[in-house]
């Protein structure tokens, strides 16, 4: 530092330009400091598809996509004919004794193969399901390929049980409550965010129970395909089902559990070639009710998805 009596201006000028300097140029010890990054916010998360529900009240049935693309066989002109491979991973509350003793209600084949072949698939887990495997539904939950679904809590009726394969019929008043408590059940596993789709045990319901499910914002989704892979010992004759039956914007109906529909994963090992050999694109459920409001909005106030006020007692009594 200066210190001659001639050196006092300088000394006393460097003091009061040397803070200036620290502002107009901001250093470290080992230089200019890095310029400061703002991260950017994480983008919003995309709203899922629905349905209205009706203004008398009934939550909104969806059952298949706009019709479009050509036939059932051959192949699609211009972009691929969409479908939906859909999956119930079914479990009741008496069900737990059973796993305890060996029977086994998951299917990670099931989802390995389809993670292979890169099908996108939405799952319907009922609550005693996403309990009894917590980290299948974690994992399932969290791949962007899949969607997981309400499939109710514990595979209960939500018709009179005479009308629904023999199911435990819930009381009307508990209904919106066992949608809750499958989503609880959900969330406990790490399924941040669940769709907002419901399907009804057996695919049983009426008026009622389309009224009771609705307070909690969730559209009902059926099919128009039945896999016939419930208690189904033969792959081929699951395949055959299913290639006879799925249209441009179908939703197939299947099964993710060992125990009540053990020939699925190699079903599904024929389905999807064949499919895709035809022009076929798999797709989520998400993404065919986006496509039914885009015709929707087109066409008028017609109903795009019409499905059955129930579906009729037969073989499909897993759902």
């Not at 300088?10 to 703002?38: D, E, F, I, M």
């Not at 008026?207 to 016939?228: E, F, M």
């Not at 055959?240 to 914007?249: D, M």
């Not at 885009?294 to 109903?303: F, Q, T, W």
Request: glycine letters at 10%.
């Amino acid at each position: 530092m200066l210190t001659s009596a001639g050196s006092r201006p300088l000394t006393t000028a460097l003091r009061v330009l040397a803070p200036l300097a620290l502002l107009l140029t901001p250093a470290t010890a080992c230089g200019p400091a890095p310029a400061v990054r703002v991260a950017p916010s994480a983008p919003a998360p995309v709203p899922v598809p629905t349905l209205p529900a009706g203004p008398d009240g009934r939550t909104a049935v969806f059952a298949h996509g706009p019709r479009y693309g050509g036939g059932a066989t051959g192949r699609a002109s211009g972009a691929a004919r969409p479908v939906a491979l859909t999956f119930d991973a079914d479990m009741t509350s008496d069900d737990g004794a059973r796993a305890a003793g060996g029977a086994r209600f998951d299917n990670p084949a099931l989802i390995a193969s389809l993670r292979r072949m890169r099908v996108p698939a939405t799952v319907f887990v009922t609550g005693r399901w996403a309990e009894q495997y917590p980290d299948q539904t974690r994992s399932i939950g969290r791949d962007p390929l899949f969607e997981v679904a309400n499939h109710s809590y514990a595979h209960h009726s939500f018709t009179p049980s005479a009308s629904c394969y023999g199911l435990p019929a819930l009381a009307p008043e508990a209904m919106r409550g066992d949608v809750d408590r499958a989503f609880a059940a959900f969330r406990r596993a790490g399924v941040t965010r669940p769709v907002p789709y419901f399907r009804f045990p057996g695919g049983c319901y009426d008026d009622h129970a389309l009224r009771a499910v609705a307070p909690a914002g969730v559209t009902v989704v059926q099919w128009d395909v039945i896999g016939g892979d419930a208690f189904a010992r033969n792959p081929d004759r699951v395949a055959e089902q299913v290639l006879a039956g799925v249209r441009p914007g179908s939703v197939v109906v299947l099964h993710c559990t060992r125990s009540a529909a053990p020939a699925t994963e190699e079903a599904v090992r024929t389905i999807v070639p064949t499919l895709r050999k035809r022009g076929y694109r798999f797709v989520r459920v998400s993404e065919l009710i986006a496509a039914a409001r885009g015709a929707k909005s087109r066409s008028g106030p017609e109903r795009v998805s019409p499905a059955p006020e129930r579906v009729p007692p037969g073989p499909e009594r897993s759902h």
